[in-house]
């Protein structure tokens, strides 16, 4: 008997990929229509989507879509994809919108792609509006509950790409409590003015990744929150916003040490701050924050490019009275070049009660109109490696530039 060949392989090609490759659920099987709101479709794909033993693709082609809170969740049989190629519009109103607070939701899933050339555009110009349009905002009252974008929670070997996130009018994302979730090539956008819109928050996860991404905000670009842990930001674009921050930190009792930070190959362009740690005063949490790597990151004119703020204390609204209890330990900052938005451009001001220690500053260079920079330190004796400002008390005045 003659064996053909090509069909054996064929057939095992078939019998080991064909399982894996998704079955497409699209939303207009579901009612889902441009102009329309697909709230309700989504849903019912998701629930399908789910229930399925073999991988599945839930598909939102081009076209402006409504929607309504979504809250989705696992755990799911297979693992899911949902491609966005439309524009997907919240609600204007922020009445209108049901739930809690975040407006797409997923939860307790493993093995979740978003992926595609859509945008989630969260219309915030109104609640901003509201937010700014008398006395500063205190986040209390009828205000208190404004929807995040994205809310990604509880979920493990996640990947977020290509997405874009436009005017959330709160935080854009909130990654809380998953393990391996990546967001590669996601662009974060909304103006340099619009309030408390960081552009991704996370916090208790582990193993976040955020690689080739272009975030502009009014607030933290990246903002780290307690417990995270093996964090890895690459070739980030970072501007408007307030730069990328470990923290704030120190509020409540029962936060969590945060270990393991690599910043790398980012550019921040006219942020209010370049690479920041900062923890809260006179507060009662014990934690400490080590490990942080920032390394190959360019600078252009950005107001406060290094700093380490142990005395953070937005609009004097704090006592600081005794000193921040929380320990920041192995922090190196190496091959930061760039411009100033002012001549200090470090500034590491340490906990009197637990100062700092392991602190390296390796080939900083940067500049403030055309002359180096100075380094403010208080409760920190880094160490200096190659180009790098010497370190002068708090209120100091320069030191004199060496003899020609």
Request: hydrophobic content about 35%; overall charge negative; charged content about 20%.
């Amino acid at each position: 008997m003659k064996i053909n060949i090509a069909i054996i392989v064929s057939f095992l090609f078939l019998a080991h990929f064909g399982a894996a490759q998704p079955g497409v659920l699209d939303i207009s099987k579901f009612g889902g229509a441009p102009n329309s709101d697909i709230s309700q479709a989504f849903t019912t794909a998701w629930n399908e989507a789910c229930a399925s033993t073999t991988a599945v693709k839930i598909m939102i082609p081009d076209g402006t879509y409504k929607l309504n809170s979504i809250d989705v969740k696992g755990p799911c049989k297979a693992p899911i994809e949902v491609q966005v190629d439309g524009t997907i519009q919240a609600p204007v109103n922020q009445d209108e919108i049901k739930g809690a607070d975040q407006w797409v939701k997923f939860m307790y899933v493993d093995q979740l792609t978003l992926s595609g050339k859509g945008v989630f555009d969260g219309q915030g110009t109104e609640v901003w509006k509201a937010k700014t349009g008398g006395p500063a905002w205190s986040g209390k009252g009828p205000m208190s509950k404004v929807f995040m974008n994205f809310g990604f929670n509880f979920l493990n070997n996640t990947v977020i790409r290509d997405i874009t996130s436009k005017d959330s009018k709160n935080f854009q994302v909130m990654v809380f409590s998953c393990n391996n979730i990546t967001f590669d090539g996601f662009t974060i956008t909304a103006p340099k003015d619009s309030p408390n819109t960081d552009g991704i928050h996370m916090g208790k996860s582990t193993d976040v990744k955020i690689l080739n991404s272009n975030i502009g905000t009014g607030d933290d670009c990246i903002s780290v929150g307690d417990g995270t842990k093996n964090l890895t930001v690459q070739n980030v674009k970072c501007g408007p916003g307030h730069g990328i921050s470990i923290g704030s930190l120190g509020k409540i009792e029962t936060e969590e040490n945060v270990e393991g930070v690599l910043v790398k190959n980012c550019t921040l362009t006219e942020t209010d701050n370049g690479v920041r740690v900062k923890t809260w005063p006179n507060e009662p949490a014990t934690l400490t924050i080590s490990d942080l790597n920032f390394e190959d990151i360019t600078m252009v004119n950005v107001k406060n490019p290094v700093i380490i703020d142990q005395e953070y204390c937005p609009w004097n609204q704090c006592n600081k009275q005794n000193p921040s209890k929380i320990k920041i330990t192995k922090v190196s900052f190496k091959n930061i070049q760039g411009t100033s938005g002012t001549e200090e451009g470090v500034v590491l001001i340490c906990s009197a009660g637990v100062p700092c220690d392991g602190v390296e500053l390796n080939n900083v260079d940067l500049t403030f109109n055309g002359a180096p920079t100075v380094a403010k330190c208080s409760n920190v004796t880094p160490t200096v490696v190659g180009k790098a400002p010497a370190c002068q008390a708090p209120g100091a005045a320069p030191a004199a530039a060496p003899a020609a």
